[in-house]
């Protein structure tokens, strides 16, 4: 997934295929490792989700001990789409059996893993989201956490939510409003339509947007232009952290009226869920042949 440079240490966990190229301090995020070898949807699976939130903290700790200027820390995806999203297949298990604790820790781990994104792994870290597939919903929502978003011309991106009656709850309209106007985000949110990457860039919500199979070249570049202006990078974060930081507290805020939200959701919503997880399900399998 990445360009491999000089002494590249590759690390793996069952869901998460990370390269740390730490003499220049880049770090490559590949979610769903293991769907290369294993039937599954490319969601938030409560493993995945845990998997990232322990990577980002050992390695702010380390990046802490090393004292790094700016450090780049980008998303991708091991899979063909970026990420689908939530657990569907959870959420309709826990809804059922009104289990309002479980969902809601899910929910905070969650909003803890794309905060962490949005907060430098809190030491400046530059993050980056290449989009090289679709990404939807809770997808789409890590990939606006992250400062930079990168994506392939052929990829869908949106918030389709709204087709089971509830609300993209992890960080989309906090997210969003730093780069569009209130009332498109809304907008955007209710409406659940999917957009190109094109046309995403067009509203301001995409930084970069090149042809297929691209996305990993525009990623160094990037990161190149960086590179060039490490100091000023670093002090652009911390006039943003200043200016537009969105806080943790105000996002498990918003989380909490997400699952309250789900949790009163009918049987015709739950069957909706149920639907677009066979769809989900349908769709990974010839991937695999």
Known sequence: MSVV???PQHVSTRT?????????????INMHANLVTQPGRACFSTRLVDEIVDYQRQLGRRLTLKGALTPHVVLASDSDVFNLGGDLELFCRL???QDRATLLDYARRCVTGVHAFHDGLGVQAHSIALVQGNALGGGFEAALSCHTIVAEEHVMMGLPEVLFDLFPGMGAYSFMCQRIAPR????LMLEGNLYSARELQEMGLVDVVVPTGEGVAAVEQVIRDSKRIPHARAAMHKVRELATSVPLEEMMRITEIWVD???????KSLRTMDRLVRAQSR????ALA
């Open 95 to 97: 809804i059922r059996e």
């Open 16 to 28: 998460l295929r990370v390269v740390e190229e730490t003499e220049r301090d880049v770090y490559w």
């Open 5 to 7: 440079h000089p002494f």
């Open 184 to 187: 498109l985000a809304e907008k």
């Open 283 to 286: 769709r990974a399998e010839p």
């Open 261 to 267: 939200t789900a949790m009163t959701l009918g049987e």
